[in-house]
């Protein structure tokens, strides 16, 4: 019997079971709250990144203003600076004439001789009617003189005297106007001579010897020549009326011609129009360039560049800063609060990749550049950390 049953010393002890059963049971009870954690911090981590996602990263500008004003590129014509077109002012044929253009001339100097048969033949009637009247004039001055001696007399009557008298005051008034129609005629035959006006050089001639020459201009004869001064050439240009004011008289221009593309003129303003053309909306501006080198051509096609002074307000800023809305143009700024606050602007004008703000900006604004879409008042936006404070300075 004693040997079917196992002694109670020898039974296997089930503390060390239990002991491993609450360790493993630890085990996985520190691996659950683990996760747990683990997964209370992804989340908590989730929902920060999530929070700070929803808060726009903006890069910040900041506004530039101008050292130098904005160019204007305008263009424009040479002209000489006195330009004067020779009609006859006698009638006949050309005889000869003595330049051609591109000559230079003197003042005084012959350019053509026109024949004027006609002319001659008047002028030679005129003096023969001189001298008939001169005749005239001395017989009734005598006459007179022997009237006058017998007035004293009973012979003659006073009355007579008085006639002959007056007979040769007419006679000597009708010597001085056949003298004066001598003169006159004289002084139209040196206009067969034609002469240059003033130094400078013939830039046109449009008549040939044996031409038919009428005087007169304005249809009634042709011009002959012109004789041009260019020594110094004007320059015309038509400026727009908003840039009219900041164009007077001293100002400087920078003036460049396709015949020398490498070269550059400096002409300076003398005079403007001080009107608006109503049609074109521009006023006419006069300049004078040098010319003493013959390089410029009057009558040829010119630029012209204008540096304008700098507005004391304005500022320049990014196009990409712009937001165009229901308000009118407007630029995104941040506050001190790390909010944004839109200011509507006024564009003074437009660079291309830049824009020049007249006035509702401050230079110690903070600009967004590139606004977020959705983006309105009051929200807060956080500062890219490289924000590229230079963007400004575009154009």
Request: glycine share 8%; proline share 5%; hydrophobic share 45%.
């Amino acid at each position: 019997m004693s040997s079917e049953f196992a002694s109670p010393a020898n039974t296997p002890s089930r503390r060390p079971l239990r002991v491993a059963g609450v360790i493993g049971l630890l085990i996985a009870l520190g691996i659950v709250i683990a996760g747990v954690t683990l997964r209370a911090s992804d989340n908590r981590k989730l929902k920060t990144w999530t929070d700070a996602q929803a808060i726009p990263t903006v890069s910040l500008i900041q506004p530039v203003r101008n050292a130098n004003g904005p160019s204007l590129q305008l263009p424009g014509r040479l002209e000489a600076y006195t330009r004067a077109p020779i009609f006859a002012q006698v009638s006949g044929y050309l005889k000869s004439w003595n330049v051609d253009i591109g000559a230079p001339v003197k003042a005084g100097q012959v350019l053509a001789e026109i024949e004027t048969p006609e002319l001659d033949q008047q002028i030679l009637q005129a003096r023969a009617d001189l001298q008939s009247a001169q005749a005239n004039a001395v017989v009734a001055g005598t006459t007179a003189k022997r009237w006058e001696a017998l007035s004293g007399t009973d012979s003659v009557a006073q009355q007579d005297v008085d006639q002959r008298t007056a007979d040769y005051t007419a006679k000597e008034a009708i010597v001085a106007a056949a003298k004066a129609n001598v003169d006159r005629l004289a002084a139209t035959k040196a206009f067969a001579r034609i002469v240059a006006p003033f130094n400078g050089v013939v830039t046109a001639r449009d008549t040939d010897v044996g031409a038919l020459v009428n005087a007169g201009s304005g249809g009634v004869g042709q011009e002959l020549f012109a004789v041009s001064d260019v020594k110094q050439l004007r320059v015309y240009v038509q400026v727009p009326q908003n840039y009219a004011p900041a164009i007077h008289d001293g100002t400087t221009a920078t003036l460049s011609v396709p015949e020398h593309p490498d070269q550059q003129f400096t002409a300076r303003v003398v005079a403007a129009a001080d009107s608006v053309n109503s049609s074109s909306g521009t006023t006419l501006v006069q300049l004078l360039v040098d010319n003493s080198n013959s390089e410029l051509l009057p009558g040829g096609f010119a630029s012209l560049k204008f540096t304008l002074p700098a507005a004391a307000d304005s500022l320049r800023v990014p196009a990409s800063a712009l937001v165009f809305d229901s308000r009118g143009v407007v630029v995104a700024t941040l506050g001190q609060n790390g909010h944004v606050r839109f200011k509507q602007v006024k564009i003074s004008r437009d660079l291309g990749d830049a824009v020049e703000i007249g006035s509702g900006l401050a230079a110690t604004d903070r600009v967004i550049d590139t606004p977020p879409d959705g983006l309105v008042d009051g929200d807060r936006v956080q500062v890219a950390a490289a924000t590229d404070s230079k963007a400004a300075a575009h154009g």
